[in-house]
């Protein structure tokens, strides 16, 4: 939805691109070369954000940062394995992050809260939407919600893969127009960015171009996941049809003039998929690293949900069910040859699937609005 939004505080009139949009900031943006928290930068993000928010923009913010301002804060006595110090340093980094940002906002008449969240929490539809419902009644009561990875709590295989991964499930979740990732750099580059004949690439059609042949593996000094899982995280949120847009968070103004109309700001924008997603559907294509069990289905069943008629997955052409599941838990459905064609939320748990496998006239082991295919 496009809107000029009424001007009653003598600010120009811009027509937005965007008036819902999640803003994903990355510890790069926020830490100086030295670890130190840039509260030069911080403050200025935090001003461009207070603007659109007064110009009726709702904004959602993705703040890493935790580890990294932890990090130059305590010194250690004897040195801690790698889990350790980052329960150790977020739990130190977070409180010093939020309370920043707190104040920072505060000088413009705004409030901020924090919500802390883990990869478990979007593995089930309850706490999901308890999720969503805590980051709607902020936004409703004009209260900037800032997001990060409960750092304290999840390690290992509990983790995000980084803060880009948390930021595609927040926008995705929250239906918002645009997600807007800044990092240390323009956008993607079509070589290595420290190669002076690489450029940015301006437009990339979602979810359709190969992009790994352009990026690098390497990170920046404080990154977690690095550009792949932008890329991969971006052209997933883009065929969900949100705009994704990779741009620099220290280039001075990038926010306001990313959503002003007919800017030319040098940026990667992930051009939106036009065909609609149900939010259930959304919700189950993040949710792979979730599934508890597999589907195996025979060739007629492939071919019938491959083909032009929406169909759910019967009983009748299960052949093999693994894992043990309940019902709404999230399965993966596998063909014959053993490939993945996607991911949906089950009618029934593993027990009774199993016992029902092969039978005709029962309802759908899948619902087709419970299923989303790869
Ligand atoms: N083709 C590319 N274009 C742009 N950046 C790239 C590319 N390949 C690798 N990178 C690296 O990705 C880094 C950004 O990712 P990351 O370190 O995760 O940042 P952040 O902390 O903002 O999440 C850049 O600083 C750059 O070094
Ligand atoms: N939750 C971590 C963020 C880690 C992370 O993903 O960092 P980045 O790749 O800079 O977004 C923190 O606050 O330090």
Redesign the pocket.
């Known amino acids: 939805m496009k809107r000029n939004l009424q001007n009653n505080c003598q600010l120009p009139i811009v027509d937005w691109q965007f008036n819902r949009i999640a803003v994903?900031?990355?510890?790069?943006?926020l830490t100086r070369k030295d670890g130190t928290l840039d509260i030069t930068r911080m403050s200025a993000l935090v001003d461009q954000v207070a603007e659109l928010h007064r110009k009726g923009v709702e904004v959602i913010l993705i703040?890493?940062?935790?580890?990294?301002?932890?990090r130059s804060e305590i010194k250690v006595g004897k040195k801690l394995d790698s889990v350790s110090a980052?329960q150790l340093?977020?739990a130190v980094?977070?409180a010093k992050?939020i309370n920043r940002y707190y104040e920072l906002f505060r000088e413009h008449g705004m409030t901020c809260g924090q919500v802390l969240t883990t990869k478990e929490n979007f593995g089930s539809r309850t706490h999901y939407l308890n999720q969503k419902h805590c980051m709607e009644v902020m936004l409703e009561n004009k209260v900037i919600p800032i997001v990060?990875?409960n750092?304290t709590i999840s390690v290992t295989e509990l983790m995000?893969?980084?803060?880009?991964e948390?930021s595609g499930l927040i926008a995705t979740m929250m239906g918002m127009e645009a997600l807007i990732i800044l990092?240390n750099i323009d956008g993607i580059y079509n070589g290595n960015p420290s190669d002076p004949s690489s450029t940015v690439i301006r437009e990339i059609d979602g979810g359709k171009e190969d992009l790994s042949e352009y990026v690098q593996t390497s990170?920046?000094s404080?990154?977690?996941?690095?550009m792949l899982?932008k890329c991969n995280i971006a052209q997933k949120v883009a065929d969900e049809g949100i705009t994704v847009i990779i741009a620099n968070g220290k280039k001075d103004n990038i926010l306001v003039d990313l959503l002003a109309k007919d800017n030319h700001t040098v940026c990667t924008r992930f051009i939106p998929s036009d065909k609609p997603v149900s939010s259930v559907k959304k919700w189950i294509a993040h949710s792979e690293g979730f599934a508890k069990g597999e589907i195996h289905i025979n060739l007629g069943a492939e071919e019938a949900l491959l083909g032009p008629k929406a169909t759910s997955i019967l009983l009748v052409g299960v052949t093999r069910i693994t894992g043990d599941f309940e019902k709404d838990d999230i399965v993966k459905i596998i063909n014959e040859e053993g490939i993945q064609l996607g991911v949906g939320c089950v009618g029934y748990d593993s027990t009774e699937a199993r016992k029902l496998i092969g039978c005709r006239d029962k309802k759908p082991l899948i619902h087709y609005d419970y299923l989303y295919l790869d």
Do not use: M, P, W
């Open positions: 994903k900031i990355g510890s790069n943006v703040s890493s940062g935790a580890v990294a301002s932890g980052r340093y977020s980094g977070q992050l990060n990875e750092d995000f893969t980084d803060n880009d948390l990092s990170k920046s404080f990154g977690r996941g690095g899982t």
